[in-house]
């Protein structure tokens, strides 16, 4: 099986929210406390991963990625998980956090109204 057992997913979300990246760090300041009106988690396990932030109630994932994440085979199997799983999962680069924050907010306050949302890059 790829990816972590269930109980070892558990113990590397505790390490990992208290080790953030800065952008994981810049974005959970704008998606805590319901700012988009919608209740996220940060590092939260499911099944053997952690997502890097979850909206459970609208089934939306947002993923935060560095350059290991480029042409990622286990990020396309965990996506698609995670699309079985009935999860949205939009992934955002490092940099887009740390330079287009209002252009990544819009893009998750969109998909959590539903509306469809312009093209925008991918990790």
Not at 50 to 71: N, P, S, Y
Not at 91 to 114: K, P, S, Y
Request: hydrophobic share 35%.
């Amino acid at each position: 099986m790829l990816g972590q057992t269930e109980k070892s997913a558990k113990r590397n979300s505790v390490l990992l929210r208290k080790q953030p990246t800065d952008a994981e760090r810049v974005l959970w300041r704008r998606l805590r406390g319901e700012q988009l009106n919608a209740k996220f988690r940060r590092q939260h396990p499911f099944r053997c991963y952690v997502l890097d932030f979850v909206c459970v109630e609208q089934r939306l994932v947002v993923e935060i990625d560095g350059g290991q994440h480029l042409d990622s085979a286990r990020d396309i199997e965990r996506d698609a998980m995670l699309k079985d799983a009935g999860f949205r999962v939009l992934r955002f680069w490092n940099n887009q956090v740390l330079r287009e924050m209002d252009a990544v907010l819009e893009a998750i306050a969109g998909e959590l109204r539903g509306d469809p949302s312009p093209p925008r890059p991918s990790p």
